[in-house]
Nanobody, 120 residues
Framework: QVQLVESGGGLVQAGGSLRLSCTAS????????MGWYRQAPGKERELVAT???????NYADSVKGRFTISRDKAKNTLYVQMTSLKPEDTAVYYC??????????????WGQGAQVTVSS
């Protein structure tokens, strides 16, 4: 099993910056990829950014050039640095981790969510 705990959410003004962190514990050796997703009121959960074990990243078009995802494997921590924030970025942000099926049986894990509110 993998447990994910997010931190760093809060209220910021438009144009500001915020960094979210996600610390993984448990069977972290089996994690093959991690990512950030978000869900705004009345909307479906959507991908924000992902990063593979090899460091390949993928971003939603809406955040390209503004958000940067990174992972510190030694600290078992995932980050997303968010800059030039817009009110449209307001959402609950969720950390995600996937584990390989051949390692500990595999799994798809989620954090509890962190509220990010961007005011205008």
């Amino acid at each position: 099993q993998v447990q994910l705990v997010e931190s760093g959410g809060g209220l910021v003004q438009a144009g500001g910056s915020l960094r979210l962190s996600c610390t993984a514990s448990g069977n972290t050796i089996c994690i093959s990829a991690m990512g950030w997703y978000r869900q705004a009121p009345g909307k479906e959960r959507e991908l924000v950014a992902t990063i593979t074990g090899g460091g390949r990243t993928n971003y939603a078009d809406s955040v390209k050039g503004r958000f940067t995802i990174s992972r510190d494997k030694a600290k078992n921590t995932l980050y997303v640095q968010m800059t030039s924030l817009k009110p449209e970025d307001t959402a609950v942000y969720y950390c995600n981790a996937v584990s390989s099926s051949w390692c500990g049986g595999g799994g798809d894990y989620w954090g509890q969510g962190a509220q990010v509110t961007v005011s205008s």
